[in-house]
């Protein structure tokens, strides 16, 4: 089955940039989705086909994807930006099913 | 705006099945627009895709999971359900249910935690 890597943790200070990767085969030939989840709370979508953003979500947040990784970029981190992050996708390979990354937890210091 | 209200047991002994129901309020369940899908969170963990099911009553199932798993869709109730037989503790989780338009998911209800133990 297909399989989405992220790393555990990301650590950035306030007002720089994150970037957290998404590793999986060919994931550049997919699309992919971004979640960001606060310690209990539901996820909340915030990026969606690789690079859109739902009305509400800061322009700040932006994504990239190509070749075997993807990338969520947050700029000009905010302290309210600590979260849990998890990357999703697709797979088309199994008819129809869903993978989501292992998630990466980002700290603001 | 279209909510998303998982409701169901809290506690299940092993063994037995795990029952829940998802509410969805403010639009109709019976769009062709939308997949229906449900999600868990083990504590601690990460995310794990279950299932999805369309208005027609078509069913998606996570292939680790598919054994074990049964969900249905309820129109007149604009409810969808989710089944999982024979659980045992490691199906402790944060249950989620969500809306998939095209191959993500941007609405979910607020989840429901179910602890298995006797």
């Known amino acids: 089955s297909y399989m989405l890597t992220q790393p555990p943790s990301v650590s950035v200070a306030p007002e720089e940039t994150a970037r957290i990767t998404c590793g999986g085969y060919?994931?550049?030939?997919?699309?992919v989705h971004w979640y960001q989840q606060k310690p209990g709370q539901a996820p909340v979508l915030v990026i969606y086909?690789?690079?859109d953003r739902p009305s509400g979500i800061p322009e700040r947040f932006s994504g990239s994807n190509s070749g075997n990784t993807a990338t969520l970029t947050i700029s000009r981190v905010e302290a309210g930006d600590e979260a849990d992050y998890y990357c999703?996708?697709?797979?088309?390979?199994?008819?129809?099913?869903?993978?989501f990354g292992t998630g990466t937890q980002v700290i603001v210091l | 705006q279209v909510q998303l209200q998982e409701s169901g047991p809290g506690m299940v002994k092993p063994s037995e099945t795990l029952s829940l129901i998802c509410t969805v309020s403010?639009?109709?369940?019976?769009?062709?627009?939308?997949?229906w899908d449900w999600i868990r969170q083990p504590p601690g963990k990460g995310l794990e895709w279950i299932g999805s099911i369309f208005y027609s009553g078509r069913t998606y199932y996570n292939p680790s999971l598919k054994s074990r798993v049964t969900m249905s869709i309820d129109a007149s109730t604009n409810q969808f359900s989710l089944e999982v037989s024979s659980v045992t503790a490691a199906d402790t989780a944060v249950y989620y249910c969500a809306r998939s338009p095209r191959g993500y998911f941007n609405i979910w209800g607020q989840g429901t935690l179910v602890i298995v133990s006797s």
């Open positions: 086909f690789n690079n």
């Open positions: 403010g639009g109709s369940i019976s769009s062709s627009s939308y997949y």
């Open positions: 999703q996708v697709w797979d088309s390979s199994s008819d129809h099913s869903y993978v």
């Open positions: 060919n994931i550049g030939s997919k699309t």
